[in-house]
């Protein structure tokens, strides 16, 4: 059973950095797409940023230039550095992995795994 467990989520005044970390358990295929996620109250669920096998990312357009994405494949470990953090980038975010079906289709993956989420809370 695929595991990702996300951490490094917390509080900051808006234009500083957090960077989270998603550690897959149980995700070794050759060809992969992982990305994060964010879920504001009252919102529904939107991608932030991606990555695949190929090296290839993806980036919503609120956060390009401010987050990037990356991924260590000896440690199996996914990492979303936001800087010049806004308040409007407050929300629950999750790590996803390709599950190739069933799941929520962005950036051209089809996201079936998540994380049980971290909480990313800007203040102004």
């Known amino acids: 059973q695929v595991q990702l467990v996300e951490s490094g989520g917390g509080s900051v005044q808006a234009g500083g950095s957090l960077r989270l970390s998603c550690k897959a358990f149980?995700?070794?295929?050759?060809?992969?797409?992982m990305g994060w996620f964010r879920q504001a109250p009252g919102k529904e669920r939107e991608g932030v940023a991606s990555?695949?096998?190929?090296?290839?990312?993806a980036y919503e357009d609120s956060v390009q230039g401010r987050f990037i994405i990356s991924h260590d494949g000896a440690e199996n470990t996914l990492y979303l550095q936001m800087n010049s953090l806004k308040p409007e980038d407050t929300g629950m975010y999750y790590c996803?992995?390709?599950?190739?079906?069933?799941?929520?289709?962005?950036?051209?993956?089809?996201?079936?795994?998540w994380g049980q989420g971290t909480q990313v809370t800007v203040s102004s």
């Open positions: 149980r995700y070794t295929y050759v060809t992969w797409c």
């Open positions: 996803a992995a390709d599950s190739g079906d069933s799941g929520i289709l962005w950036s051209g993956c089809d996201f079936g795994y």
């Open positions: 990555i695949d096998s190929d090296g290839r990312t």
